[in-house]
């Protein structure tokens, strides 16, 4: 036994404890990942006085040579240029593009018109739809706890609804869009590098025309005209790129329990920026709305984690 041990000590780690470098590098990029997601309004609130579509058409410009660059350091940038070989992949790339350009629209003129608030409700609805999608779509089957997080949610929509008396629609279509694009990226084979790589080139064509457009309607554009803008827009690339490098390096090394269950760390932190950095209103009617969608979050966290130590995946 002491030679083993021995053997162990002078050959290198054990598999167990390379197992846990694994598990902490991958909570340390999930962190990193969720961290930045949640620290985008703080980001996109620098931008808040320019148009919200010259804004979401420089995160595609910009995404673009940041992912092909990127795939290129890889090597594989043939492989995210094959993903249009097909038709049937073209379309589905296209209105996957569709769908994540509509979600990182919204979100700019949500920040930028200080609803922050509400687009934190929308993200902390996502996972709950997402649930439902996979019930709907995928055959998936509900715990009870599940059930009962579902109906959380969706009291604390018709809360929202009937104290405020205005529908809750922004965070509503966040959640949907951002819940269709995880469906399409889920059910089709393509890297999380891959696929934005290629929804970056899909919603670039779409870019420019809209950024002649405002300029032909006398829109005032902000790139090329403020230098610090300028610098700003431009990074637009590399801050929607890096969380989901980030993300999949995480989705690699943890399991997907308490990937699900770490993901509430965007919406908290918007949360906050929110209320203590933005001064968004919060009144009793919002305060009650996030009572619920918290049990609900804990109810399916509780969940995911239960399910994670009867898998016993890592």
């Not at 340390?28 to 609130?45: I, R």
């Not at 890889?74 to 209105?95: E, F, Y």
């Not at 997402?130 to 604390?156: D, K, T």
């Not at 290629?198 to 309607?217: D, K, T």
Request: proline residues 4%; charged residues 10%.
């Amino acid at each position: 036994m002491a030679a083993e041990s021995g053997s162990d000590s002078a050959g290198g780690e054990s598999a167990e404890g390379l197992q846990n470098r694994a598990s902490l590098a991958g909570i340390l990029h999930a962190l990193a990942a969720y961290g930045l997601w949640g620290g985008n309004p703080l980001f996109f609130k620098l931008l808040a006085g320019v148009n919200a579509f010259e804004v979401t058409a420089h995160r595609a410009l910009w995404s673009l040579p940041v992912t092909a660059l990127l795939l290129l350091l890889i090597g594989r940038l043939r492989q995210g240029l094959a993903l249009l070989s097909s038709w049937r992949m073209a379309r589905v790339m296209v209105l996957s593009a569709l769908f994540i350009g509509t979600n990182w629209g919204f979100f700019v003129w949500a920040v930028a018109s200080g609803r922050t608030l509400e687009a934190s409700l929308g993200y902390y609805i996502n996972p709950l739809m997402n649930m439902a999608v996979g019930y709907i779509f995928l055959g998936e089957r509900f715990s009870p706890r599940q059930w009962l997080a579902i109906g959380l949610a969706l009291s604390a929509v018709v809360w929202l609804t009937v104290s405020a008396g205005v529908f809750p629609w922004l965070a509503l279509l966040l959640a949907m869009s951002f819940t269709a694009y995880g469906y399409l990226r889920k059910t089709m084979p393509a890297g999380p590098l891959d696929g934005l790589f290629v929804e970056s080139l899909v919603l670039s064509l779409l870019a420019v025309p809209v950024l002649l457009l405002l300029s032909g309607q006398g829109v005032p554009l902000a790139f090329g005209k403020d230098g610090t803008l300028s610098l700003i827009l431009a990074a637009c690339g590399p801050v929607t790129v890096a969380p989901l490098l980030f993300f999949a390096a995480a989705a690699r090394r943890i399991r997907l329990s308490t990937l699900g269950v770490m993901q509430y760390l965007a919406p908290t932190l918007m949360f906050l920026t929110a209320v203590f950095v933005f001064g968004d209103p919060f009144d009793r009617d919002h305060a009650i709305a996030f009572v619920l969608i918290w049990l609900a979050v804990a109810l399916y966290s509780l969940d995911a984690l239960r399910a994670g130590r009867q898998d016993g995946r890592t």
